[in-house]
C-alpha cells in the first residue's frame, strides 16, 4: 500500500464559460515559474482542454472519471502524481454539480478541496452569494475563489469583502487576448503561435493570496498500484505488434491513457500524419485513427493521394483498424464541411458524413460485446461528442449503450478487419477488448 500527499485542488466554477481552463492553465503557469512540480488532471472525457493544461504545466494530463475511469484507477492516478508533484489541479467539468458523476462527487470521493472560477465581470458582491451557494448546495469543501474577468484591483476587494468566511485565493483581470474556441472547444495548442507567451502573460497577470494559497492542506492518498494491473496486460496480448496512429491537426483527439495502455499491452506506437500525405508505414500491424477535426482538414486529406492509397491497401489486406468519429469520417466515401462544401474519402464505408450546426451527440457511452469461443463479456467505456451524421445504408454490427439511461447509443460499423464508430474509447476501461481490435481475426 502506497501513502502519498499534495496539495490538491478541483477548480470548478457554476458552469460551463466562467473561464475553468483559462484559470487553471494560468495558476499552473505561474506555480511552475515559482518552481513547483504542478500536475493536472481533467475531470470527465475531454481531449482538447488537456491539450492546453499540458503546454501550462509540462506533463500529459490525464482524465478522472468515476465512471468511465472508475474509482480505483482514478485513485491510484492521484497517488502516482502525488509522488512527484508538490501541486495537483483537477479541472471539473461544467458546472460543480452537473453531471452524474459531477465534479463535486469526484472531490468528495478523494477528500479533495474545491476552488470556484467565478466570472466576476458583471457583478461584485454577488459573487460571495453564488459562492456561499455553490458550498452549501452539496455541500463541499470549498477552498476559495479565483475570481475571473475582474475589472481592476478596487473590482477585486468589492468582490473579497463580500465572501464572508471563503477566502478570495486570487484574482484574474479581463484578457485583451484569450484563447480561441470553435464547434468543438478551444483551438488546439499546435494551431496558436504565441500559445506560450499567451499562458505566461495570464500567469503574470494572476493575482494569488500566496499565505492563503500556503494554508491549504495537503490531500492523502493510499492506493495499492501494483493491484491495478489488469493480468490481460501482464500477459501482453499485442507483444511484438506495431500500431501506427495517425496524429496530427486532423487527428488530435487521443487520451495518454490509450496510448499508454496499447504500449502496457506490449505494443510498439508509431506516428505518421494523413494531412501531410504521409502514408501508413509499412511496418504496421494494425491501424488506429482517432478523433480530431478532419472537417477542418478535408481538402488536404482529398489530396493526400499516398494516405488514402496507403489505408485503402491496408484495409484490403486485411489490416485490422479502429476508427473512432473523426477517424471514422475519413474512411467513408464523402464529407460535406460546414460550408457545404463536398469533399472525398477513403472510401472503405459506404456512405457520407455531412457536418451540421447542432449538436448530434454528446454523453457517456459504453460498449459490450461477448466473445463467441466464451462467456466472457467486455465492456468498454468512453464517450460521444460531434456535430455530424453519418448517412449510410450499412448496418452496425454492434451498438453503444447511453451511460445516463441504457439507451441505444452509437453504431459500430464492420467492414472486414475495419471497425468504426463514433464512439470514443477510454482504452484502460477494458484492456483485454481494446487488445481484441488490434488484432485481425
Known sequence: MVSTSAKVVMVSAIASGQGKTTTTAAL?????KLGKTVRIFKAGPDFIDPMILERACGSPVYSLDLWMVGHAASQAMLAEAAQSADVILIEGVMGLYDGNPSSADLARAFGVPVLAVLDASAMAQTVGALALGLRDFGPVNLAGVIAN???????AKMVAEAMRDIPLLGSLMRQEQVLPERHLGLVLPQEVSDIDTILDRMADQLSLNMDAWSALPETSFDSDV??????????KPLQGKTIAIARDAAFAFLYPANLRCLQDLGAELIYFSPIANEAIPVQADALYLPGGYPELHAE????????LDSVRRSHAAGLPIWAECGGMMVLTDALTDQNRQTWAMAGLLSGRVIM???LAALGGQ???DSTKETTNTFALRGHTFHYSRFDTTLMPFSHASKQRDGAQGEALYQVGNTRASYFHAYFPSDPAMVARLFLAE
Request: cysteine-free; glycine content about 2%; overall charge neutral.
Open 28 to 32: 499552473a503557469r505561474k506555480l511552475v
Open 149 to 155: 474577468r475582474v475589472a481592476s484591483e478596487g473590482h
Open 226 to 235: 501494483d493491484s491495478l494491473v489488469d493480468a490481460v496486460e501482464s500477459a
Open 300 to 307: 488536404a486529406l482529398t489530396r493526400s493521394q499516398q494516405w
Open 356 to 358: 451540421q450546426q447542432r
Open 366 to 368: 459504453e460498449w459490450s
